[in-house]
């Protein structure tokens, strides 16, 4: 399990690995909204909790349908699946694997964006704290997705319209959780909802995406 | 310790490949498969791993016996070849890849990444990997694709000395692997026959 985990986080850092590109995706959508939208901070801070989680939310929808198809495309799926790990365990670690090379920096360079967006100063905790909490519910979730389209060939469209409408509550308790910080208003049914949101997805969607991949890999 | 299978059909894209294939392999024994194109060999060895269930009859082996070998080798392009070894010797909980270097002539490759390998090379590493796996069955699906002459003889040589260590192997190939003792068997012998029409029920047209 934790060679699997090591390798996972190996081939992310090497060449072509895609390590960054959410990141960089990330960076991107928190510099062009200011320029697009115009810098009256009033505005921007307003909108600022939406963008951010939306922009998190992408960055990590863009690099959802690696977790599996490079795994099938060279054969070791089938070669994982035949090995004596559980699949269940190999999937939860996969998902372990996107999330810290996806959310887990997303998390951290959260604040400087935010600083971009003019997020007001008492937001920058419950930001940090909403994705930290939040993201890897995204990356369960989209694993669910990559192994439900692992054998289509370019399935990153239909994984996309998949995974999309469960990242909804996601979305809507994160921005909600920053926005309410934003303000100085209490955060913690929120916080309690998307916390609730993740330890389900956590605890339930590992064995779906273990079944649905044993079914696509027939 | 054995591999035995009785009257197995299986099934390729919802429709019956093969039937009644039955067959017994004990320890030391190997099983070449044969058969045209498009016959059923690897469906067959897949059903054997366990990646699809079979339709009818019954494999019976001890549980964590089976390496699987496929077409794919299953490497990662950017690590190299000591690290893709050591990977799938950690998963199966085993830790000794020198061995396997040795034997399938590698030592000197063991630092490159495997993407500047040459396709034999690849293979090799593939099959090297069945040897850190430690299981005693190994299902290996045409094994020989791009190797040349001397590393066809080094394979042969290989299979031949894990039989030697109690092992089983079921191989399908096209060409001679130079290992007489090998008890073959043509897949084309239990080519499924197609369900007769009107037959059935209309419903399971649509599972």
Known sequence: MIALLMRDLRLAFRAGGGFGLGLAFFLILAVLVPLGIGPEPQTLARIAPGILWVGALLACLLSLDRIFALDFEDGSLDLLATAPVPLEGAVSIKALAHWLTTGLPLVMISPVLGLLLFLPSEAYLWLVISLAVGTPALSVIGTFGAALTVGLKRGGLLLSLLVLPLYIPTLVFGAEVVSRGAMGLAVDTPLALLAGITAGAVAILPFASAHVLRINLR | ?207
């Not at chain 2, 060999?41 to 791993?49: E, S, W």
């Not at chain 2, 964590?64 to 998963?91: C, M, P, Q």
């Not at chain 2, 090297?128 to 001397?150: K, Y």
């Open chain 2, 1 to 207: 310790m054995g591999l035995n299978v009785t009257d197995l059909a299986c099934a390729r894209g919802g429709l019956a490949m093969l039937e009644g294939v039955s067959f017994s392999l004990s320890s030391g024994a190997a099983l070449v498969l044969r058969g045209p194109n498009g016959c059923g060999k690897t469906t067959l060895l897949r059903t054997l791993a366990g990646l699809q269930p079979a339709l009818a009859g019954e494999i019976d082996c001890p549980p964590d016996a089976i390496a699987y070998a496929a077409h794919a080798d299953g490497l990662k392009a950017t690590l190299s070849v000591a690290e893709n070894l050591r990977f799938w010797a950690a998963i199966y909980g085993t830790s000794d890849i020198d061995t396997a270097l040795d034997q399938m002539n590698l030592r000197a490759l063991a630092g490159r990444a495997a993407q500047n390998l040459s396709a034999g090379q690849k293979r090799r590493l593939g099959l090297a990997r069945l040897m850190v796996t430690g299981r005693p069955v190994w299902v290996l699906d045409e094994p020989t694709v791009s190797l040349d002459v001397a590393s066809v003889a080094l394979f042969g040589d290989i299979v031949r000395h894990h039989l030697a260590g109690g092992g089983m192997a079921v191989i399908a190939t096209h060409i001679d692997l130079g290992l007489p003792e090998a008890e073959i068997l043509d897949l084309s012998r239990f080519k499924a026959r197609f369900p007769q029409a009107g037959t059935g029920d209309f419903d399971e047209a649509f599972l």
